[in-house]
């Protein structure tokens, strides 16, 4: 059985799970006359909206192939979603200025989410290629 992956995949999910607690974006005030509680941090959650729930399902997906054999193709689509949740999330923020007295900047949590999700990507990608590998040298030993 391949557990590589599997473990590899269920720790980018645990990953890109647990930054959603830390924060994805900071808001710094670039004038001084703004109105105050314009300045702070953006959780994964806020960041991601209804989006979070891709992370969500990509964990329990990738925690399933640490328990028992998921399809190398589940867990390589089930990365490729939480990635182009991720990447929705940093063109939502970073793509437009919250206003014209703030100034957005990436945290330490996103750097967290997009590892994480690369993760599990990579993980199904790297299980899809060893099933191709398999198949081509059964292929030709018979």
């Known amino acids: 059985m391949r557990r590589g992956p599997d473990l590899v995949a269920s720790a980018g999910a645990l990953v890109a799970l647990a930054s959603l607690w830390l924060p994805w974006f900071t808001r710094t ?39 028992r054999p998921v399809p190398a193709f ?14 929705a999330a940093i063109v939502a923020e970073l793509g ?23 993760a599990v990507l990579l993980a199904g990608l790297g299980r899809l290629l060893g099933d191709l590998r398999r198949r081509v040298n059964s292929a030709r030993t018979s």
């Open 74 to 87: 589940a867990l390589f689509l089930a990365g490729a979603v939480s990635l182009v949740a991720v990447m």
């Open 96 to 118: 437009t200025p919250a206003s014209e007295v703030t100034a957005t900047s990436p945290g330490a949590g996103l750097l967290l989410g997009v590892a994480g999700a690369s």
């Open 29 to 67: 005030l670039v004038v001084q006359v703004a109105a105050p509680g314009l300045d702070g941090s953006l959780s994964g959650w806020e960041a991601m909206g209804g989006r979070s729930i891709a992370l969500i399902v990509v964990a329990v997906v990738a925690l399933l192939g640490a328990v």
